[in-house]
């Protein structure tokens, strides 16, 4: 008996495992690396409408997605089009939503989302495509703020965050 219900519990755990890999499975072709799986979409898109609110950081108030990461603005963008892509967008991952995104407490200005490339729909914020920073791994990081003075945290103003980077701030170009 004990050898039978050795091997049934061996066949579940590779049934759950064999399972749970499926579900997994996005479709996006192999291997890859990249912060949200390689071949696929270079941020995941939410389970429906993106979540954009605004949390107090070391910059001031700027805008979070619905876990409380920061969100950036990329100077080089023009109006709502996104000029991020290939490893641009694995290091910035644009913030991408199925259906409206939806504003949380202190995102006061006007969410829209735009057509990217590939596709997939980003959120946009006072007509400025907004993304993430693969560098913050915890709700609240600003360490993306004036990456190469041209990628600042974004306020609810739709503007970018003045400060936090190396003697750098924001041009305002186009932002206000």
Do not use: K
């Not at 039978?4 to 890999?21: D, K, P, Q």
């Not at 190469?148 to 190396?166: C, K, L």
């Amino acid at each position: 008996m004990r050898w039978g219900r050795s091997i049934a519990t061996v066949a579940a755990a590779l049934t759950l495992a064999i399972v749970a890999a499926a579900c997994n499975d996005t479709g996006g072709g192999g291997g890859g690396g990249g912060l949200y799986g390689g071949d696929g979409p270079t941020s995941a898109p939410t389970e429906g409408a993106a979540v954009i609110g605004s949390a107090d950081s070391d910059l001031g108030t700027v805008l979070v997605d619905g876990d409380g990461h920061t969100l950036y603005l990329f100077q080089q963008d023009t109006g709502a089009v996104s000029t991020c892509a290939g490893d641009c967008a694995v290091t910035w991952p644009p913030v991408l939503t199925n259906g409206d995104a939806t504003a949380a407490d202190g995102a006061t200005g006007i969410l829209g989302t735009t057509t990217r490339d590939d596709g997939t729909t980003q959120v946009t914020y006072d007509g400025h495509p907004l993304y993430r920073f693969s560098g913050d791994a915890a709700a609240g990081d600003t360490n993306g703020q004036a990456v190469g003075g041209v990628w600042f945290a974004a306020t609810p103003a739709g503007t970018p965050a003045a400060g936090g980077g190396p003697g750098e701030s924001p041009s305002r170009g186009g932002y206000g």
